[in-house]
Each structure stands twice: as C-alpha cells, then as structure tokens.
C-alpha cells in the first residue's frame, strides 16, 4: 500500500436486523485494521434492530475496548444512524462502510492512499451488484442532487468512504434519511473540502434484507431534499489554517 497520512481512524458501521453479518463484517475489520497498525476504534451503531443486532453489537464491545456499540430506540433511519457514528467517532479520521456485507472493508486500502490530497475519499462502486430498478433510481437520485444542491461526486450515496473528522466540526447534519450523503457531501463541498474517488467491488448480498427501496424510504429523501435544500446551499466556508488539510482537487 502507498503511504498513507491516515494514523488514527474511527471506523464504524449503521446496522438494522443484521444479526446474520454484524460478527462477520466486525470481525473482518478487527484483522484489516490491525494489520495496517493503526491507532483505531470500532463503533457498532445499532439504529432500533428488532433482531439480535443489538445484543451481538454488545457482546462484541464486551470483549475488545476499541469497539464500542451504541443503541438507537426507535429506530432513527440511515441518516440518524449515520450521524450518530460520526458525532461519537474520536479519532482524527472517520471511515464508514454500511454493515450489510455489501463491502469488503479490506478495500480501505485504496482510499487511504489519498487522503493526502482530499479531505473526503469516495469509494464509488465497481459493477454496482444490485437490480436494474434500484440502479436506475439510484442515477436518477445522484443526478437530481448534484444539479440541486450544486456539487459534483461520483456514486454519490456509496457507503464506502473516508473523512477528514474536522469536518463535522464545521457543518451540521439534518439529514435522518437516503439523504445524508448527499448533504454530507454538499455541505462539505460548500465549506471548502475537497472530494477524490476511487473504485471499489460492490459484493452481492448474502444475509439480511435490503430496506433502502421502501417507499417510505424514498419520499422521506425526497421530502428532506425540498426542506433542507436552502441551508444546505447556505453551509459556510470553514476558518482553516494555512496549509491545513487538502488543497484544490488537480
């Protein structure tokens, strides 16, 4: 692997009814993140399961004091768990990945690499392994966004991504649903941070049921996109240090 400035990094993980891959995608990012010797933590967010999540997620924090699980009750949806996981990470970067399985987390080893030049490194997905319908609303979805909120990103809702921490210093995060990408990515854009892309392989699902293609799911994004449109475009530039973080894209 390249050098990479990335030393300490929070890694965490939204979960709903994964019970089938939560021990699984955990155990997998113990071994990838001790054997790149970083200073890491795990945070299991359990967003209102009505499995056994919740009590794997504990039972894993139990045994290693680098994991740490936190329960939502109810259920807050994909942006709240989201912003949950990056409130409580403590480490100067923050990698999430979704809990499905869909990603193979070993693949951080792309996007640490190039977190020298970007603040945020988006793992966009390879041979997306998903249907058609959910493919084509998925390009309809990230071209309406980016015209909208005014930014540009590839595979805008991949959940496959590097963050510089201080950024959540300098935005706010409304978004409690499909959303949050998006606006993470806007307001960042908005701020002055900067974006890079690197492709990743997209797994098929082996366990658990997909829950991102409910309707409710869809014109709950749809609502927050109209309502949070206008703050959005209004997110401040950050106060940074000369030299601080990544400079212009090339």
């Not at 692997?1 to 939204?14: G, K």
């Not at 979805?141 to 595979?155: E, M």
């Not at 309707?215 to 401040?236: D, G």
Request: charged share 25%; hydrophobic share 40%.
């Amino acid at each position: 692997m390249a050098e990479s400035i990335v030393r300490s990094l929070t890694v965490f993980f939204p979960f709903y009814n994964e019970e089938a891959n939560i021990e699984g995608v955990t155990r997998v990012a113990v071994e990838t993140l001790e054997r790149l010797g970083l200073d890491w933590e795990i945070i299991l967010v359990d967003d209102g399961s009505r499995d056994r999540t919740g009590e794997l997620a504990d039972r894993l924090a139990a045994a290693d004091p680098r994991i740490r699980a936190i329960h939502h009750d109810p259920n807050r949806g994909y942006g709240g768990a989201l912003q949950s996981g990056f409130r409580n990470a403590t480490k100067e970067w923050i990698f999430y990945t979704d809990g499905d399985g869909q990603f193979d987390i070993r693949q951080i080893e792309l996007l640490l690499p190039l977190a020298g030049r970007y603040d945020i490194v988006n793992g966009y997905r390879l041979n997306r392994q998903d249907n058609l319908v959910r493919r084509v609303n998925a390009f309809c979805w990230g071209t309406l966004v980016k015209f909208l909120l005014k930014f540009q990103a590839r595979d805008v809702d991949s959940a496959f991504k590097l963050y510089r921490a201080e950024i959540f210093g300098h935005i706010d995060m409304k978004s409690n649903g499909a959303l949050i990408d998006a606006e993470i990515l806007a307001r960042a854009h908005r701020a002055g941070y900067t974006i890079g892309h690197v492709g990743v392989r997209h797994l098929q699902r082996v366990a658990g049921q997909q829950t991102g293609a409910r309707l409710s799911v869809i014109l709950l994004a749809f609502e927050e996109l109209l309502r949070l449109r206008k703050s959005i475009l209004a997110t401040p530039r950050a106060q940074r240090q000369a030299g601080q973080g990544a400079t212009k894209q090339p």
